[in-house]
């Protein structure tokens, strides 16, 4: 199919350029290139709390657009539709470091949450950094029976949650206090949207077609395909007292998220999802307006039209209500959104100050390096990197066999990359230490060899696998840190290392509530790690056997098995496709069991 023409064809150098223009429309921010970090620098002398945000492009003025004195300190942008990765959120992070903390605001997206969440980890452990998460989850068209795991996805309301955390911050809150205002708006705001169509996404084909005559209501920001599907001939209003119902009435056993009560004060929201003129979406402001008040006797408090949160040229629009008690601390949420802001894309509901003619502009590279601070809770650990070094190589040869067969089962089951992702992080830990352990010799830091490695694989891999096992073995060194106080010059044994590998577990499991017989790699990665914590005492070898075993049938029982995880939880029952994949196990616990088998060999080379 023909791309969709673009001005600027090449995605990369299209984020890149609007990046720039970013920061040249923002007095005072500065732009790292390489790890797509806009930011305002620290005020040394008057330190607050600080916040981070981002997420893939394409989402314009979100969220680098709202860095400015007032609201956010930083953010950090992906590619297209794609969440940045670890590592640059971690560049992110140490670049609005401060010593009152800082606060993450994160959509709700698997691969935002993952790599957020990593960083968020990593500053935690490895830079003594105290730092919280918000996840936003406003999105209202996902019934519950279908967001149970994966949580709802997070719209326009996060916007709000921009403005009223950073106002909280400028007033020299507490993290505790910027993080329970933010969380108090993230829990009550609610968002809806609808769409005549896909976006178009700059150098890429259209991937699918909606039914001739129809919208979709629950379009996603990453054109994901609706909850429902609404004829064109809909009339407007018909179409908005949808939404406001899917928004509104409690009564509903699949929705009603939002909980309000004839005393509640509202906020409106409405986002142009970047198509619309502005004509039009003041005309879908009033319908809006007029159904709150005949439907529901609402009158919003503040009204907020304009493009907040944009999906490209999506030709759709969102709705968003944040309810407000009728009290004090209401009165105080209402006080921290009319707070100034120096924000260019905030459109006040309220004349707050002149708009300030832009006379300068600060673009540059971050040239300094990152510093790095140890936790109180790093010790040193040494270890023959040999054994480490080779174990990588087994793994990476068993990856290599094992690839083709991954990457035909997630053409099926997936989107076909699972196998060749695999493959570029073990093909990026065997350069990495390969090259390093000629120029260190045997003997190393296993703690900075572990975040190295946890480096490599979210960089080399992208995406929510590298994200995963990123965070996996960033909890399997703090298991190590914190419960194993191992000498300097002690060799690890296994029992520690099986704790600790349960503790990586556990980290996980913050991040993702995938457990075995939902179809994921922790089908395969929970019977392994119990397996090796019971045949801990056995020997290295006989645990190792017991685990592949245990991996193997927890992959195997993949099969037949339906998916609760991945983008198709949000499709609608009329975008449904029956894949003949039933004999095929899940590809990311195929991924496990052929890491695992590496090791083995490793180990059995070395006895």
Known sequence: ???????????????????????????????????????????????????????GS???????????????????????????????????????????????????YTGDR??????????????????????????????????????RRGLAGVVLVHKIAGASAAQGDSLVQVASNARFVAKRVATIGVSLKPCSVPGVASVREMSVGSMELGMGIHNEPGTQSIPKDTGIKSVIGTMLSSILDQ???????????????????????????????????????????????????????GTYLSSLDGCGFSVSLLTVPDDTFGDNIFRLL????????????????????????????????????????????????????EMIKHINESLISAEPQITHFDTYLGDGDCGTTLLAGSSGLVNVFASNST??????????????????????????????????????VSGIQRY?????????????????????????????????GDR????????????????????????LEAGLESAREGCEGTKRQQSRFGRSTYVGAASDIKIEADEMPDPGACGVVAIIEGVLKAAKAST
């Not at 223009?21 to 806009?38: F, W, Y």
């Not at 003997?443 to 990123?470: E, I, N, P, R, W």
């Not at 029992?495 to 503790?503: E, F, G, N, Q, Y």
Request: aromatic share 6%; proline share 6%.
């Open 251 to 305: 009564a509903q056993p699949e929705r009603g998220y939002l909980e309000w009560n004839d005393k509640s004060k509202f906020v409106l929201l409405v986002n142009n999802l970047g198509g619309l003129s502005k004509l039009e979406l003041l005309s879908l402001t009033n319908h809006v307006l007029e159904g709150l008040q005949a439907e529901y006797n609402i009158a919003p408090r503040r009204v907020f039209s």
């Open 338 to 389: 009319d707070a100034p802001t120096k924000c260019v894309h905030w459109s006040p509901a309220l004349p707050l100050e002149p708009i300030q003619e832009i006379t300068s502009t600060s673009i540059k590279a971050c040239q300094q390096p990152l510093r790095k601070q140890a936790s109180p809770l790093r010790q040193q650990i040494q270890y023959d990197r040999t054994f480490f070094t």
């Open 520 to 543: 994921t790699m922790m089908d395969a990665l929970i019977p392994f790690v119990e397996a090796i914590v019971q045949q801990a005492t056995q020997g290295t070898v006989a645990a």
């Open 484 to 516: 194993f106080k191992v000498p300097s010059q002690a060799e690890l044994d296994l029992p520690a290392i099986a704790a600790a590998l349960s503790h990586g577990l556990h980290t996980m499991r913050k991040y993702t509530s995938a457990a075995v």
């Open 114 to 151: 993952l790599n957020f969440g990593l960083a968020a980890e990593n500053a935690r452990a490895y830079d003594d950094h105290e730092v919280e998460s918000v996840s936003v989850e406003d999105d209202v068209s996902v019934p519950r029976s279908r967001s149970g795991l994966v949580g």
């Open 58 to 108: 394409g989402h314009e003025p979100g969220h680098a657009g709202y860095v400015a004195e007032g609201m956010l300190h930083g953010a950090v942008s992906g590619p297209i539709f794609a969440s940045p990765n670890s590592k640059y959120i971690s560049a992110g992070l140490r670049h609005i470091r401060s010593s009152k903390g800082t606060l993450v605001i994160v959509k709700n």
């Open 439 to 476: 120029s260190t010799g045997t003997s190393s830091d296993f703690t900075a060899d572990m975040q190295h490695l946890t480096d490599v694989l979210g960089t080399k891999m992208g995406g929510t696998s590298g994200a995963l096992y990123s965070i996996f073995f960033s909890g399997f």
């Open 1 to 55: 199919m023909v791309s969709t023409p673009s001005f600027v064809p090449d995605p990369n150098v299209l984020v890149d350029t609007a990046l720039r223009a970013c920061a040249a429309m923002q007095p005072g921010v500065i732009l790292d290139v390489p790890s797509r970090v806009i930011y305002r620098p620290i005020n040394q002398g008057a330190e607050s709390v600080t916040l981070l945000s981002g997420g």
